[in-house]
């Protein structure tokens, strides 16, 4: 029988928690488009005039599963995760979870998003180890860990520092969180971490900063802003901060808690974390894009516009008329998470990149 530390259960929306997934003896792992044409059974199988990301995943999927991957936890968190769900159920060789996220965040939906996480736990729990109080404060302690990690690497405020160990920036930074055990990767930041905060300390990087905001990131418009030296890539995406400020409740072992309660919390951090366009409160996006052009020195930003998602759609008009009114240039690209059209994308960004540069 395979070891328990071997099998993975991949996830796809930063509203998983990846805690409890943990909890019941899998590692989680984020599963992310590759640059790969679509093959002809996933076009199939789902109609390609739906967000590229499904799409991609079912590609990927089909093609070739993960070593050790025993399921996946689909996040309803739009229509089209919903058609990936009900093919990957019908058609994969691993159990699918669909996991129902609430488009609020009230106390409501605290509620409501608690009883599918304690439903999640159960049906993990049957297939892993069952996911009790003592199994979850252990695994919520060592989030807790990874997540004061990433905050202290964020407090050096070294950009350089975070290339030289992930030159991919803070996407890189990104995947690897999302695709390494917690163990592993919360070992290799405590070690640059520590390793260089006397070194680092006191100096700030004055850098400007591009924000990069919109849905998830495709590897080709990722290499072309990754791990420039000219500028500090701030990527708000659901592939860059909206998952690495994600926090994870505080759980003492000293005090005890049930599991309901446990997830409850779990729950709340959830739904509390940088809002997602999906989301349905203008409010709390424009408040956080407030506050990046408010504490953090934007000079340009790009906006990844995926091709037939109407989140992006209506979340770009929001953040656009914010720019407009602060004065600052804004590129918006669309892509299919592909190569397709590469070269003029490239073009585009590098003349963008320049009149960011000769802005005062």
């Known amino acids: 029988m395979r070891n328990m530390a ?41 109609p390609p005039n739906i967000c590229p990301y499904p799409r991609r995943i079912l590609s990927s999927l089909r093609s070739s599963v993960p070593e050790n991957m025993e399921g996946v936890v689909v996040a309803n968190s739009c229509n089209a995760m919903l058609h990936l769900y009900n093919v990957l159920r019908t058609t994969g060789d691993f159990f699918v979870y669909l996991l129902d996220v609430p488009r609020k965040v009230n106390e409501q939906a605290v509620d409501y998003f608690t009883g599918e996480l304690i439903g999640l736990a159960d049906y993990l729990g049957r297939r892993g180890k069952p996911v009790t109080a003592e199994n979850l404060v252990s695994s919520l302690a060592l989030y807790c860990e990874r997540a004061n990690y990433l905050q202290k690497l964020t ?38 971490v520590e390793g260089s905060s006397n070194s680092c300390k006191g100096r700030k990087d004055d850098r400007p900063l591009l924000l990069f905001a919109g849905g998830l990131s495709s590897d080709s418009l990722s290499r072309m802003l990754d791990g420039r030296r000219d500028l500090i890539l ?106 397709e059209d590469s070269g003029q994308l490239q073009t585009r960004v590098e003349a963008f990149l320049e009149i960011v540069g000769q802005e005062e």
């Not at 992930?166 to 390494?180: D, K, N, T």
């Not at 407009?324 to 690209?333: E, Q, W």
């Open 234 to 339: 701030y990527p708000e995406n659901c592939s860059g901060m909206r998952y690495l400020l994600k926090n994870p409740p505080a759980a003492s072992p000293g005090r005890p808690a049930a599991a309901g309660e446990l997830c409850r919390a779990i729950s709340r951090a959830c739904l509390e974390k940088p809002p997602c366009p999906r989301i349905f409160c203008t409010s709390a996006r424009e408040k956080h894009f407030r506050n990046l052009l408010d504490t953090m020195p934007v000079k340009g930003a790009i906006y990844h516009d995926l091709i037939f998602c109407d989140l992006c759609h209506y979340d770009y008009l929001l953040l656009q008329d914010l720019l407009t009114r602060a004065g600052i240039p804004l590129l918006k690209v669309k892509t299919e998470l592909g190569e």
């Open 6 to 46: 071997d099998r993975k259960v991949g996830w796809l929306c930063t509203y998983t928690p990846e805690e409890i997934i943990h909890a019941a003896g899998f590692t989680p792992v984020r599963l992310l488009p590759g640059n790969g044409n679509f093959t002809e059974k996933s076009e199939d199988l789902l």
């Open 155 to 192: 407090d050096l405020q070294n950009y350089d520092l975070l290339l030289s160990a992930f030159p991919s920036g803070y996407h890189g930074l990104a995947a690897e969180a999302s695709g390494l055990s917690p163990e592993i990767f919360t070992a290799k930041l405590k070690q640059l």
